[in-house]
């Protein structure tokens, strides 16, 4: 169901029968001396791939770049502004809009694209009132934090730790590095203040919030896509 | 030489000894009744992987949306609008830069990014004149065009024709559909005038702007691919 | 402590001794057919103006417009787009950082904000790694929540609903009309979907969002405020 | 008459009725060591309430951030880019009009805003050309200049000076610090050129543009108030 | 003195020996019945040669085009939008400082581009403080002004009224077709009401603000020029 | 047919029996220590005034400045960034459309130039399908690539080089500094890297990309000039 391999043809046809598509977002942005830079549009990427394939729902290219200002103190990350990023999906939703699909479901890896993808869908919703858009972020699915939760307990750490590890084990265990896993401690403190990139740096020096993820494991990562695809087919599916 | 598979700290000992990087960029964008719309960043993204491998340098995850407003008229095609895309390239480079990359090569599988990365080279190399950009793309090559001549004569036609046919047919046969090629005969015919989105469909009802792809087959696309990989690789060994 | 009182030569003493402020940023805005529609910048307003009557730190002028594009099917909403936000978010970010403020606590009163406030905080970081933002909302902070709970249990519904009633009859009783307060069941149901101004309005036909706001008191309002204004202390004065 | 303080059904109302609307618009920048940086957003503010109350027409926010960037290098002007101050008035502009405003009266208290407000107009009329907009700004009210010769004869100055010291004296006394007030004599030399902040600066060393405002009295601010709203009563009760 | 006849080599050199340029902008823009739409920089061109004639200061090509919104409804009327003036004058300005002019005299033809002007002066100007940046508009000179008082009375006008009408006589007599200057009343009324294109357009259906301006002669035409240049030409070798 | 001498009146009795323009665009660049560094526009508007006289097709004045940021390391080069170029040209175009213009043949005299063109022509076709746009540029026509290699052979270079240097010499001799050229011998190597200023001035130090001009003649120029007119008068004249 990729849209990439269907001809506008094929499209049309599509269309003519469906107006659902899932629309992949990610980032390229590090995460940890362990994994590599593309985890969060990896992730969406492959969800959505499964998503499609399990409901016949045409699956747009990945935007394999997100909001990442955050992390570029890091090499590797690669990363839109906020109105760059926010530009660009207001771009794709409103090409789909011109074509036919009417419901959006967006896929996102990365929780910093958020705020962008919140205001593209503000200013595309209110110049096609017709267009419904959801953002679907597996992490911070309750079912999926109940899963991780049962599975790593107060281990679990944030941004690179246990569950993303996990999940790339599962899906591109080239893109894992464990022999750079080394044991550490580092709690993520919520202190409410926005993270210059220098700040982030220094409070995270190896990119990994909290706890190292010494206890992830592929299984536990075929799990968390599982839950994903299984949580993305029903929103799909009982869209109306 | 995947980045996407490569960690912050594994691309910082990268940087440590070379400061090359090849983004390959295309579009979503009709190519007939019979191509994937995904056959520009396809492409793109096959040549840059094969130009990693052989050269071992780093291969950034691809931009799969382009500027190609002019094809909004066929479904499928996204376009990010010419401003979009070249502030997108502009965000691209500037976190390659801040990382220590100093020598870009753009594998541009869509010739209606150019105007954009024109732009977006202009801007950034001002702020930073140690970074070095080059462009590649695979059609406007001598060598290559010499081989389309050679194979095919008179008869290859330009947008989603015979070339970009065959190298479909070499890289993702499953985006091909080969019943939808009809035999016709529409000559381009070159005005000079700039197309807006109704006026290219209707000058071009298809999509296919040249005679109707019969003549593109798998080997000739690999040919295609390997002359281009070939070329790749000396503009990246020999840029000093 | 009102900035816009003190003059150039008392800020610039001001600044000799201390790096902090406050930002007061709000939104105009329907909030029902019985609340006035500045609710969420004098709540803001009020907020910041007892921080800093405790703290002795400085409150700038509230932005009383914010981003409240979902709301433009009500009569009086005055949105600002999210990149307008942005750009003046940034603006006086960056004006603050000049003279030498370090330290900002934005105190917003609405939620359709972060976005704006996230993307603004992300590039004016990026430019001065020294500045240091916090977002205080009050209606997120766990203490606040738990309040809420205890007095109305399921019935508070959210926007323009009872905490929000109940703190604008304890600072604005001339902002609220309470024959106007109807009793009605409409249950806010989350959909994950982002709406559009006829959509939202479609499903909250007078914009509340939840139950009639029927036990709403001052008395009530009046913790809200005095237990926001204590966590505003504490976050200001323990800021180091 | 506060819009803040109407709800959306009370504004509706209004509207079934009337058209116009009042609009204050100001900034947040330094006058002199004397005069707290709000002058320009107070005085607009209190100005455009009087005439509301007065002529029953509903008084929105005011915007307390303006175009200031030539006061930059005193401490506590905190300025919006002429762009973003454009930006900002056209989106309060069109959402007004979206409701129904047809007749728009920009309480001006801030020279260095007409430009992003002209700016703004010339936008928003030309894509609804029903909408009408006038700008009252006090000061250049032939009236207003002619009652402030008779008071202070050659002795006015301008920014920061006599005129408005005695209108913050008479609306605002705990933003005015008398002793701050230092006899002086620096005449307002018009050069025709535009200034840097550090060039304003330089020339203006206290910020105070003019004569010392050794001559300012409550009584005479007392009298530009009455004056101002006068006129802005008339304005809006004669638009037809 | 004309800059586009010098090579960079000879700009080199001026360069060396001073720093001062002469930049005429205009507009494009309906000037009543019986003008070319080129009146405001044909003129601005004008002055700005032989002031540069005279003092031997360099004149940059003239900007043809300038904000004309309000004029709109008049065939022949090319406008920019307000930013994109502000934004091509940035443009212009910080080039100018990048080779070492430091003083820019802005040979302005059209009122309707003063807001942008001053926008861009004021980005710039904080950019760089040492760029002086002077606007020359010959009809707000006091000297002109009474020159025009003298020859015309109360019969003078503003928009392509007689003092334009006498301009274009003396400097461009092809441009002037007289037939067309019907005897007409139509006094300008101030309303203080920004104008809208269709607005404008209903209250001066010929386009001319004020009386038809049958008293000008190229006599008056050439004393406005004279005029306009001896002052230019004083602001450039006064200007220390 | 100069556009600029001609009223809204008779422009409007022009656009009922004509909808074709010629809008002249160069820039204001550098082009060697011989030629005035307004070469671009000085041809482009030569070009469309000649086939605006033997067409009797409106010719808008011509935009002076255009992209031209790879030259800024050398005096008197005054450039639009890549996306205020493309503004411009968007107003513009709109405007020629608003009017009911249909047919724009921009003569375009600066390479630099064509991405943004290229985009603004997207934009704008997409908001208005049945506006026409043509870019000429005549050293890219094969007629002229033919005259000038038939005169001078594999000397003739490209950027203020022979050609030209040509075409000033028949166009604008004062424009000429002959005395200037020196022999030299800097062949352009293509190296498919998007230059720097400072890159392209290390490369190019005398700002001539190619062999020195030693055989531009008036004659030659002269034969430029009428070739290009008559590829001109054809292309307005066959436009159907």
Known sequence: MQLAKQSWAQIGEYLARDDRVLLPIGATEQHGPHLGVGVDYLIAERIAAEIGARTRVLVAPPLAYGMS?????????????????????????????RHGFRRVLVVNGHGGNAPAL????????????AL??????????????????????AQQGTHA???????????????????????????VVATGEFDS????R?????????????????????????????LGVQLVEQWS
């Open 118 to 129: 919140a205001s593209a869908a503000t200013i595309v919703q209110d110049q096609f009132p």
């Open 202 to 230: 220094a409070k995270y020096p190896d990119g990994v919030m909290g706890l190292a993820p010494l206890r992830a494991d592929a299984a536990l990562g075929q799990k968390l896509l599982e839950a994903s695809v299984a």
């Open 69 to 97: 200002q955050q992390h570029l103190e890091f090499a590797g990350t690669l990363s839109l502004r906020p109105q760059t990023l926010g530009a660009a999906l207001q771009d794709i939703l409103q090409s789909l809009y």
């Open 161 to 187: 730790s246990n569950h993303e590890t996990a999940f790339m084990r599962a899906i591109a265990p080239d893109g894992v590095q464990p022999e750079r896993i080394a044991p550490r401690d580092a709690p």
């Open 132 to 153: 419904r858009i959801k953002a679907f972020q597996w992490w911070l699915e309750p079912a999926i934090a109940k899963l991780v939760d049962e599975a790593l307990g």
């Open 197 to 200: 990139p220098t700040r982030f």
